[in-house]
Nanobody
Framework: QVQLVESGGGLVQAGGSLRLSCAASGRTFSGYAMGWFRQTPRKEREFVSAIRWNGDRVYYADSVKGRFTISRDNAKNTVFLQMNSLKPDDTAAYYC?????????????????WGQGTQVTVSS
C-alpha cells in the first residue's frame, strides 16, 4: 500500500504561482511513477503531468507545458508540481497518483494509488 497526501493548494490570482506537494508513505516510493491529475465538477479527471520513477522522463499536458514543472525527491518521498503563470482555467482539484510497472502514465487507469486531492482556485 502507498498513502499519498497532497498539499499546497489554495486561492491565487491569475498570473500567480503555487507549488503542490505530494507526500508518500508505505511502500518504496522510488519504485513508482508519479502523476498529477486535475478534475472539476463538469469535467472528467484529466492528466496534468507525470514523472518516471527515477525522474529521467517527465510528461506534461499541452495546456500546462512551459508553465508547470514536475519534480521528485525520492529521499523525501515527495513529488512536487510547481505551477507558474496560473490561469482561471487551471482551477480544479488536483490529485497525486502513484503507479508501478510499465503503463501509460498520461491516463488515470494505470495508477493504483491516489491522494485525496487539493483544491486550486485561480481568480481572474
Amino acid at each position: 500500500q502507498v498513502q499519498l497526501v497532497e498539499s499546497g493548494g489554495g486561492l491565487v490570482q491569475a498570473g500567480g504561482s503555487l507549488r503542490l506537494s505530494c507526500a508518500a508513505s508505505g511502500r518504496t516510493f522510488s519504485g513508482y511513477a508519479m502523476g498529477w491529475f486535475r478534475q472539476t465538477p463538469r469535467k472528467e479527471r484529466e492528466f496534468v503531468s507525470a514523472i518516471r520513477w527515477n525522474g529521467d522522463r517527465v510528461y506534461y499536458a499541452d495546456s500546462v507545458k512551459g508553465r508547470f514543472t514536475i519534480s521528485r525527491d525520492n529521499a523525501k518521498n515527495t513529488v512536487f508540481l510547481q505551477m507558474n503563470s496560473l490561469k482561471p482555467d487551471d482551477t480544479a482539484a488536483y490529485y497525486c497518483a502513484a503507479g508501478a510497472g510499465p503503463f501509460t502514465v498520461t491516463t488515470p487507469r494505470g495508477y493504483g494509488y491516489w491522494g485525496q486531492g487539493t483544491q486550486v482556485t485561480v481568480s481572474s
